[in-house]
């Protein structure tokens, strides 16, 4: 299979470097205290890197180099990199990559260091075009859980541009893999699934809030006494949060972070941390699974492969969760950030 022309050939690599982090993690956690892996490694422009993130940085640019470069060239982009991206192999010039890969080593790492919930290595696979390269160009992304130490099972899905979607679930003390078929939920409605606005994070989460119970009130009335009309799972990873629209668990997700700045420079507070290309450079499993994923005006995401972007973006199960939740959203947002 020829490396200039078919991102295909990477999906047997990537595979074999995420389960690497992810048994890595794992390892790590189950000798290390709770405090040891949440301990602050170092501060960064666009989140803080934890101890636990560590584990992950050093196998990521090793690997890459002996295992990928050393085939064909590429720009490598993920954080604790040299301005958040490196050519390999060292000296080449970036120009003559012929891959951009961005990576998410851990993405969720405050869940995982805590031992709440599973932690996610992301990666997305783009044709070099540039510094324009976007998110609409990545051809090849896959994904693997990072379980939690109690966990003897992982998910890893993977999509290439236009062939759907695969996935496995992997035990991790036998090394049995084994198929699993996922599917976004086919219910047209999101009375009594999971739906919501994200806002697990400080920083106008009471606007956040507003926005969500608007639109859940527009779409399903009043809420009736002794009764939940929907519920929502505020989970700190974007890479699990498109796990949970793709596996049918999640109806509608929307983060609307980047939207909140206005509002937080009306009370002279900085916007704090929103999601990055990297937390959605697997969209495209998600979008082959059938999931509808846009930006706020209904369009296809196409942040720039690059650190510091913040991306809002929106996720629904199916065309008629859109026709539901779209038209309400987009009058909320006017009512409650653009006025």
Not at 238 to 251: I, K, P
Not at 292 to 308: F, H, M, Y
């Amino acid at each position: 299979m020829n490396s200039s022309t078919d991102a295909s050939w990477l999906l047997g690599p990537l595979k074999r470097l995420q389960e690497q982090i992810s048994l890595a993690v794992v390892a790590a956690c189950e000798k290390s205290s709770l405090e040891d892996m949440s301990a602050i490694a170092r501060e960064e422009e666009g989140d803080t890197i934890y101890a636990v993130d560590r584990v992950s940085e050093e196998l990521l640019l090793e690997f890459c180099e002996k295992e990928i470069a050393s085939v064909t060239p590429i720009v490598l982009i993920a954080e604790g990199l040299p301005h958040g991206k490196i050519v390999l192999p060292h000296g080449a010039d970036e120009s003559s990559a012929v891959w951009r890969i961005i990576v998410d080593p851990i993405d969720g790492t405050r869940g995982l260091m805590y031992q709440k919930r599973s932690g996610w290595v992301l990666t997305g696979v783009a044709p070099n075009r540039g510094p324009g390269t976007n998110l609409a160009d990545i051809e090849l992304a896959l994904q693997t859980e990072i379980p939690l130490v109690k966990q003897h099972l992982f998910d890893v899905a993977w999509a290439v541009q236009g062939e759907g979607i695969q996935a496995e679930r992997v035990n991790r003390l036998t090394g049995e893999h084994s198929s699993l078929h996922l599917r976004p939920s086919q219910t047209p409605t999101i009375a009594h699934g999971y739906a919501g606005i994200v806002r697990f994070f400080p920083g106008a989460r009471e606007v956040l809030a507003e926005i969500d119970e608007e639109i859940v009130r527009g779409a399903l009335g009043p809420v009736q006494e002794g009764k939940a009309h929907c519920f929502e799972d505020q989970y700190a990873s974007t890479g699990g949060q498109l796990y949970e629209l793709m596996s049918g668990h999640d109806r509608f997700i929307a983060d609307l972070r980047p939207l909140m700045e206005p509002v937080m420079r009306r009370r002279g507070l900085a916007l704090g941390i929103c999601c990055h290309p990297y937390d959605l450079c697997t969209e495209l499993i998600a979008r082959e699974a059938g999931v509808i994923v846009t930006d706020v005006d209904g369009k296809p995401l196409r942040a720039l492969l690059e650190l510091e972007p913040d991306v809002a973006w929106i996720g629904y199960a199916n065309q008629q969760i859109r026709t539901q939740i779209e038209p309400l959203l987009k009058k909320t947002i006017k009512l409650k950030v653009e006025s």
